[in-house]
């Protein structure tokens, strides 16, 4: 088998628009063996946009004695023939050289193609990046010049060996399965599969796997059973004060004194609140304790995280660093919700489905291919694609199902039982506190880091929401028996009628599009702003009144009922034919009923300690709505279901406190009976040499001006601001509105492109997508709200300037803050002092905390509202920052002071 591996350098991606080639480099192989190199720049005849020499850092003195295309296509024709075209993304290469090989004369069919992107998102499944330079760093590929032809050329040449061995190095079993799939691949991998299955059928070798249903799993590694050892002396251990063997350590005061904080606290059963300024180390400060803990009461000790991103450095980098430090052999597990974990017999099911979208192909593959590595079968493990994404409900583990032989949530819950450390998330710990069964195994001690986030993840988890697109595609999932769906699998497969069920389907999805048309123009009518994007409408039950009203309580009845009577004649259908359980068909059916009744207890039951609200996009489609509801209290329940009853919780954040005091989330997490241990362990940074804030005199004061004005000001500012360093810039909004119109006249000014603009919502996608575009170019300016705030961690020297638009106050149409403030006020408190400046502050630290993550760092904050300086609140915004110079001058001025 031959393999012509090819790498294109253009003008630009449109050859049918005048972009033209001018480089190219050939790798050909043979028998798994590179064979021939070949590379040539190529005189495009037209001039080379500055952006593609940026890139590629080919000038137009490099191709000016360069031949044209013209003469070297006869060769480039001939090395194609009989072999196989390979490209890192060959529906950009093919066409482009298809295109220059016709405009010189030669007409060539298409050869087999093979593209080493789909490849690689097949048979490396969990790697986090699939562009060329990140695999070939993964793989441990020198890539001497990205972006330059002969460069990728070669790289994309090693990375097609190293899949190929890759699908050799798999079980039977699973390339056949591959080569099911294979016919709707970009790549035309039909022949070689046939070979490989061949040759292990010749000379079978499947160790390491055990097989279920025709699928090749992972065989587990068995779990040692617990060690216990009471000889082990924490006291001791730290007194002694060991050098802690790793390179890069540094000594800090901080993190030894928040280790004998968490000990204190888990050894003589307290609660505590620990913020841990920057630079600590604070996940190591509290999981060098626990372990000792866990082991002598042999007990586990759970750690609760937030972000998923905590989870993987405490996995990835603190429990190796860990084993080199501890005197004594542990076991570290991570456990979540089901719905994390895959379900085998659902992904059969789904495997054996006709192929519907290159999603559903891709996702298959990939799965295949995870199932003889994963151990876990935890989902955050796959790089799913974002339809991928979309599917995981067709594949995850549900909450009421049976458990099975290879019920990776069950087998998840036995690795947890033998672990001396079981970290989880915020979510799944609400889950477990609220179980009639517990999840977790019994513990008496937990570590809650990003300690901030709890109350508001149990307001979720205890709140409901519905939204339209999900319902709807849900309905579009199950479908009405007469095209694909979930409904029309059933019918293939019984003889009974389902007449009546496909009617009330389709009456279904009529319906509830209404519904949610009438709810989206029932928010407009309540809260006309022709400016905003999104509105939001808190409501009452027992409150609405009118005809619209009324006329979406009895649509809502009609829903319902039908849906009710839906569920009556599948259980029916379920009861006569009990052989088609497992059919996704009756899942969904489940889902659709609860989702109703969700909807109706939502819109109908009062409880003045549930606030209500439903959104909708004023530009999306007219039923493009959401409902929700949430608790706006849950001091009580931490009080009585958590601190009660566990012997010591440990909180900790960098972002606990206000003005020195622990009060805000004392009361707000009902700790005020338990006399926590409250301690601040400030950053070891010299933040007066690191850091500088400023606030820039010129600017209009926010209540002053219109959204559109202040948006300008803000605009002008940013762009002198960026003119000015040369570099990145973090710009921190509290709305979408205000970010939507600054980003709006920010683009429209940098009409000479001099720096790259990213924007949340825009179409830059998620948050880690933004954040590594950010990373790539020498001159960008990011726009983030809320998930930027905080989590966002940007390697050193990538970020010098962040901007601070508004003091994070949520806004005045927010819901939840809206009923909170009610109901503090009801009680006769001060709803300003007791909820909206803590949290404001709170998250105004977190926007500095972006700033400064080393000792190394240099930076800026700019902060625009000058309310900062000018409002009596406004030193509690400056007292919770560490002690660095203010300035208080016109921009101009400011900005010589930057250095």
């Not at 482009?96 to 010189?104: C, I, W």
């Not at 970009?186 to 796997?209: N, V």
């Not at 939001?536 to 609405?544: N, S």
């Amino acid at each position: 088998m031959r393999f012509v591996v090819i790498d294109l350098e253009t003008t630009g991606n449109a050859p049918q628009k005048g972009d033209r080639m001018i480089q190219i480099g050939i790798v050909i192989i043979e028998n798994e063996q590179i064979v021939e190199r070949f590379s040539r720049f190529i005189n495009p005849e037209c001039e080379i946009p500055l952006f593609i020499q940026q890139l590629t850092q080919i000038d137009e003195q490099m191709v000016k004695t360069a031949p044209v295309f013209a003469e070297i296509a006869e060769e480039i024709a001939n090395k194609l023939a009989g072999a196989y075209f390979v490209a890192h993304n060959v529906s950009f290469d093919w066409p482009f050289l298809q295109a220059e090989l016709q405009a010189a004369g030669i007409s060539l069919s298409p050869p087999p193609m093979i593209d080493t992107v789909e490849m690689a998102r097949i048979l490396f499944p969990t790697v986090e990046s699939y562009k060329l330079s990140d695999l070939a760093q993964m793989l441990a590929i020198h890539h001497e010049n990205p972006h330059q032809a002969d460069s990728d050329a070669e790289v994309t040449a090693k990375l097609w060996l190293c899949l190929l061995q890759k699908l050799q190095s798999l079980p039977l079993a699973t390339v056949q399965q591959l080569k099911r799939l294979s016919k709707d691949w970009k790549s035309e991998m039909h022949a070689i599969l046939d070979a490989i299955i061949a040759k292990k059928m010749a000379a079978p070798d499947e160790e390491g796997y055990v097989y279920y249903r025709g699928i090749a799993i992972k065989k587990r590694t068995e779990a040692s059973k617990k060690q216990s050892d009471a000889s082990y002396s924490f006291t001791e251990w730290v007194a002694d004060e060991p050098p802690l063997p790793f390179p890069q350590y540094e000594h800090r005061d901080g993190q030894w004194e928040m280790m004998k904080v968490v000990y204190e606290a888990l050894d003589t059963s307290q609660h505590a609140m620990i913020e841990a300024g920057t630079g600590i180390g604070k996940s190591l400060a509290y999981f060098l304790p626990s372990l000792y803990v866990a082991k002598k009461q042999q007990k586990p000790v759970v750690i609760s995280t937030y972000t998923l991103q905590l989870q993987k450095q405490l996995i990835e980098r603190d429990v190796p660093l860990l084993r080199k430090i501890v005197p004594f052999p542990f076991r570290v597990v991570l456990l979540k919700g089901k719905r994390n974990y895959l379900s085998l017999d659902k992904f059969i099911s789904f495997l054996q489905e006709p192929n519907k979208t290159y999603d559903a192909v891709l996702t298959k593959g990939q799965v295949l291919v995870w199932l003889t590595e994963t151990e876990t079968g935890d989902v955050d493990e796959l790089q799913l694609s974002s339809g991928g994404q979309l599917l995981w409900p067709l594949l995850h583990l549900d909450e009421q199902k049976e458990v099975g032989e290879h019920d990776f949530f069950r087998l998840a819950c036995e690795r947890a039982s033998e672990a001396d450390v079981v970290i989880t998330n915020h979510a799944f710990l609400m889950q477990d506190i609220t179980a009639t069964n517990p999840l977790l195994p019994a513990y008496d001690h937990l570590i809650v880091d990003e300690a901030h986030h709890l109350e508001e993840t149990a307001s979720r988890y205890f709140g409901r929401h519905v939204e339209y697109v999900a319902l709807r595609l849900l309905l579009t999932r199950i479908g009405t028996g007469d095209e694909e769906g979930s409904l029309f699998q059933l019918k293939k497969r019984i003889d009974k009628e389902v007449c009546s069920i496909q009617a009330r389907l389709r009456d279904l999805q009529i319906e509830c599009d209404e519904w949610f048309r009438l709810v989206r123009r029932y928010v407009i009518t309540k809260q006309p702003n022709v400016h905003a994007s999104r509105l939001r409408y808190r409501f009452d039950p027992q409150k609405e009144c009118g005809r619209s009203w009324e006329a979406m309580k009895e649509l809502l009845w009609r829903i319902a009922d039908q849906t009710k009577k839906l569920a009556q004649e599948v259980n029916e259908v379920k009861k006569s034919v009990p052989t088609l359980s497992a059919l996704s068909f009756f899942s969904d059916i489940d889902e659709l009923l609860s989702t109703v009744n969700t909807l109706q207890e939502v819109m109908e039951t009062a409880d003045p300690l549930v606030v209500r609200w439903m959104e909708v996009e004023t530009k999306g489609a007219a039923n493009a709505t959401a409902i929700y509801c949430q608790p706006i209290d849950l001091e009580a329940f931490f009080a009585e279901e958590l601190f009660a009853k566990k012997k010591s919780v440990v909180l900790t954040s960098a972002t606990l406190s206000m003005n020195g005091s622990f009060s805000y989330l004392i009361s707000r997490l009902g700790l005020e009976d338990f006399y926590p241990i409250c301690r601040t362990i400030p950053s070891p940074f010299p933040y007066a040499e690191q850091a500088k804030v400023m606030v820039p005199r010129d600017l209009p004061s926010v209540s002053s001006v219109s959204l559109e004005k202040y948006a300008e000001a803000v605009a002008s500012h940013l762009l002198t601001i960026a003119k000015h360093i040369n570099g990145k810039i973090l710009v921190l909004f509290t709305s979408y509105e205000l970010l939507r119109l600054t980003a709006a006249i920010v683009k429209e000014r940098n009409d000479d492109e001099t720096f790259v603009l990213l924007a949340q919502g825009g179409q830059g996608g998620s948050a880690s997508k933004l954040t590594k575009a950010f990373q790539q170019f020498d001159k960008a300016m990011l726009f983030g709200t809320s998930s930027f705030w905080e989590g966002i961690d940007f390697p050193r020297e990538a970020l010098s300037v962040v901007v601070i638009v508004r003091l994070p106050f949520a806004p005045p149409d927010d819901p939840v803050m809206e009923a909170k403030s009610d109901y503090i006020r009801a009680k006769g408190g001060n709803p300003f002092y007791e909820l909206s400046l803590p949290q404001a502050v709170i998250r105004f630290k977190q926007g500095f905390g972006r700033l400064i993550r080393t000792k190394d760092d240099r930076g800026v904050l700019f902060v625009f509202d000058r309310r900062l300086l000018t409002a009596s609140y406004g030193r509690y915004f400056l007292a919770s920052l560490p002690d660095v110079p203010v300035y208080d001058e016109p921009l101009e001025q400011l900005l010589q002071k930057m250095g």
